[in-house]
């Protein structure tokens, strides 16, 4: 793509969101008198700056030639910012890049391809997860090195599940299309009324309801795309692709589980509470507030939950589809920006950061499941200590997953995907018409952003 190409698509993206102030890399000077390359890292989670802030303080006491000051940007402007101050020539050295973002910087120059410099280098990719890897690649090209990666599972309401009689809750349940199977019998058993009736016993009020069973919402990672995964369909045919999946038989009937049956049997918190076209906006505060037992999320909200109090929580995988248990798998990489004064610098940060030691300062603190896959035990073991049991995150990063969608205009795509579904999730139209006005709307993004 040309850089003029990229400029019209960046307009296109940006929106009318609003700019922050932006903070240029360039060369600076220590207070011991030598000079020294002055770099910027970028990234927008607040408690992950923490142990990132512990590890490039590493980096600068091995590398005291470079200093490196970390710009936290907020998520919702993190995209239309770091595009801004590519093409005003002041961006970040590196940053990160999540995956809605990636084909737009890739294929429009603004990320360096580092697959030179990790041959050159002898850099083992082995040591990431291979689907990581693969998530990040674009043909002979790699837009940067593997940081952590996230997979899809329930946490849940310990307490009321003990009171609902699971001691324990059951890690065996399957759902299907045609009449919910097992995962609809147990969501039934834990949604409550307020005078104590399941939704299994004849006298349940459903418009009395004190304890939803979960929700199901209208959020691709978190929620839709890995049921859509798990009845066989999926969003695009393979990455980069220009025309979309979307209109299929398979999604046809996922949704319709998702939005028609599991609303008819009243197990799922009206579409209309969780959030604006029934997405997942309030589904936090509905769990911590005891108003649903099950919240399905990623493990990017582990800090969250364990921060809830009032009643006990624990982790479950997500039932069995007709393919199986399929999760959503996705991870950020560390990217160094095209156009950087300091390539050499700003590439060994980015080895640094995509290396065991600093990757092990982040899975034993914590923060994030490490992308090299012998470091996850750390991450493991530090929420065991919090009274946290994250296996089954990271038995799902060892099962069947599918990565995250990768093509050009793909965060417009989703964002009007989510608003064009949202009669459906909200009951106030078919889900036929609806997904096939998604599918239309999807197809129009992707394949006019490959054109531009």
Request: aromatic share 12%.
């Amino acid at each position: 793509m040309k850089r003029r190409q990229f400029l019209q698509l960046a307009g296109a993206a940006a929106g009318t969101l609003a700019l922050s102030g932006c903070s240029a890399a360039g060369w600076g000077f220590r207070g011991d008198g030598g000079k020294t390359v002055e770099l910027t890292y970028a990234l927008w989670d607040a408690n992950q700056q923490i142990g990132l802030t512990k590890s490039v303080a590493e980096f600068m006491k091995r590398n005291p030639n470079i200093h490196v000051t970390i710009q936290q940007v907020p998520y919702n402007s993190y995209q239309q910012k770091i595009t801004e101050q590519y093409i005003s020539g002041n961006a970040p050295d590196v940053f990160w890049v999540n995956t809605p973002w990636l084909a737009d910087w890739g294929r429009g120059g603004v990320l360096t391809d580092v697959a030179p410099k990790v041959k050159q280098a002898g850099i083992d990719l082995s040591r990431y997860y291979p689907a990581l890897v693969d998530l990040h690649t674009d043909g002979d090209h790699l837009w940067g090195l593997p940081k952590d990666w996230d997979t899809i599972c329930f946490f849940y309401n310990a307490t009321h599940l003990a009171q609902c009689g699971y001691a324990k809750p059951p890690t065996d349940l399957e759902w299907n299309p045609t009449d919910g199977g097992s995962f609809l019998h147990f969501l039934k058993r834990i949604t409550l009324d307020k005078k104590g009736r399941s939704a299994l016993d004849a006298g349940f009020d459903p418009n009395d309801v004190a304890m939803y069973a979960t929700a199901a919402t209208n959020s691709y990672q978190d929620s839709f795309g890995n049921y859509m995964a798990m009845n066989g369909g999926s969003m695009l045919p393979k990455p980069y692709a220009t025309t979309s999946t979307m209109d299929s038989p398979q999604n046809r009937e996922m949704f319709s589980f998702m939005t028609d049956m599991l609303s008819a049997a009243h197990v799922i918190v009206p579409a209309a509470q969780t959030g604006p076209n029934g997405d997942s906006t309030n589904v936090e505060t509905l769990f911590a507030s005891g108003q649903m037992a099950m919240w399905m999320t990623g493990d990017w909200n582990t800090l969250t939950v364990s921060q809830l109090s009032g009643f006990k929580i624990g982790v479950m995988p997500m039932p069995s589809g007709p393919k199986g248990r399929i999760s959503v798998f996705n991870g950020l990489i560390d990217a160094i920006v095209s156009n950087t004064p300091h390539p050499a610098e700003a590439w060994q940060l980015v080895q640094w950061l995509g290396g065991p030691e600093s990757q092990r300062i982040m899975a034993e603190g914590g923060y994030v499941w490490s992308a090299i896959k012998d470091l996850d035990p750390l991450f493991l073991a530090y929420w065991k200590k919090k009274g946290m049991d994250m296996s089954w995150f990271l038995d799902a990063a060892h099962g069947k997953t599918v990565n995250f969608p990768v093509a050009t205009g793909m965060q417009e795509a989703l964002t009007n995907v989510t608003t064009t579904l949202g009669p459906a999730f909200l009951g106030q139209a078919p889900v036929a018409r609806s997904l096939a006005a998604a599918s239309e709307i999807f197809d129009y993004r992707i394949s006019y952003a490959s054109k531009k």
